[in-house]
Each structure stands twice: as structure tokens, then as C-alpha cells.
């Protein structure tokens, strides 16, 4: 089970034939709806570099189909584009894209993720990206943050 009591999640496997079998594992384990994916590239997320692997479960059933990025007017990417830096370097990266400074393959990439998420809930994939570009356009993903960031300095 998911020890957050998550009853909907995006989750990676790390071979695209595992992709419906754990689908059919959180079924058991009472999510109401997921995505499990095997991303372009050997990734176990959803990658802008080509075309991904999806088990979609909503409300019991499991359907399996293949997600090209590009049919949703994303670019293709290297895995090159993806790489990030150092530590330090990855968190201005981040601090960047949260900030809407930052565009090109990595904010795809975190677009596709964001919108799977909440396309595993609504089945709507086009307008999940949607929302998580306003998301970060409006400044609504980098205050989450900093509320986050904020909550747990509290404990501190």
C-alpha cells in the first residue's frame, strides 16, 4: 500500500512490461486510479524523448497504450537535454522552472509528469498539461513550494 494513503499516483517501473502488471497490484491495493509508466529512454517517468509506455487503472480497469509526447505538441528531446548539473545547479534549475525562467526540455519533462498525475484521475491528458503550465506560469507551483519549505523549517 502507499504509506501516504495515496488513492491516486503516477508511478515508474523500469521495464515497460511491468507497466500493467502493477497496475493490476494497485487495483488490488484499493488506488482508485493510477498511472504506471516506463518512459522513452529507459526512464521510469514520463520522458519528452520519445514515446512512453502507459497502464492506465481508473476505477478497476487497466487499459495499456503507448504515449508519444509529440502528439500533445511537445518536442522531441535527447536524453542530453534532460541531464541536470551538480547539486547546486539542479536546484536553480528547479528554483528556474517553479519560477517560469526555465524552458525547453526539462520543463517538458516536468510538464508531462505534473499533467500525468492529474490525468490519472481526470483521463485527460491535453488538458492536464494545460493546468500544469498554468501551474507554473501563475507562480501557483513555486508558492506550493515555499509553503512546503516553510511547513517543514517549522519542525526545525
Do not use: C, W
Given at each position: ?5 495515496a488513492?491516486i499516483q503516477?508511478?515508474g517501473?523500469?521495464a515497460?512490461a ?12 484499493g ?36 504515449l508519444?509526447?509529440?502528439d ?6 535527447t ?14 534549475m528547479?528554483?528556474?522552472?517553479l ?5 525547453g ?6 510538464l ?6 492529474l ?14 503550465a498554468?501551474?507554473?506560469?501563475s507562480?501557483?507551483a ?15
Amino acid at each position: 500500500t502507499n504509506p501516504a494513503g495515496a488513492e491516486i499516483q503516477l508511478t515508474g517501473v523500469y521495464a515497460p512490461a511491468l507497466t500493467e502488471p502493477l497496475a493490476h497490484v494497485l487495483n488490488e491495493l484499493g488506488s482508485r486510479a493510477a498511472l504506471v509508466i516506463h518512459g522513452a529512454g529507459g526512464t521510469d517517468e514520463l520522458s519528452p524523448v520519445g514515446v512512453n509506455r502507459v497502464s492506465h487503472l481508473k476505477d478497476g480497469a487497466v487499459h495499456t497504450y503507448d504515449l508519444d509526447p509529440s502528439d500533445y505538441g511537445l518536442p522531441r528531446a535527447t536524453v542530453a537535454d534532460l541531464r541536470g548539473g551538480t547539486p547546486d545547479e539542479s536546484a536553480q534549475m528547479m528554483r528556474d522552472l517553479l519560477a517560469g525562467r526555465l524552458n525547453g526540455a526539462r520543463r517538458d519533462a516536468v510538464l508531462l509528469n505534473a499533467a500525468g498525475a492529474l490525468a490519472a484521475e481526470t483521463g485527460n491528458l491535453q488538458i492536464a498539461l494545460t493546468e500544469a503550465a498554468a501551474s507554473l506560469d501563475s507562480g501557483a507551483a513555486l508558492a506550493k513550494l515555499s509553503a512546503l519549505v516553510e511547513f517543514s523549517q517549522s519542525f526545525a
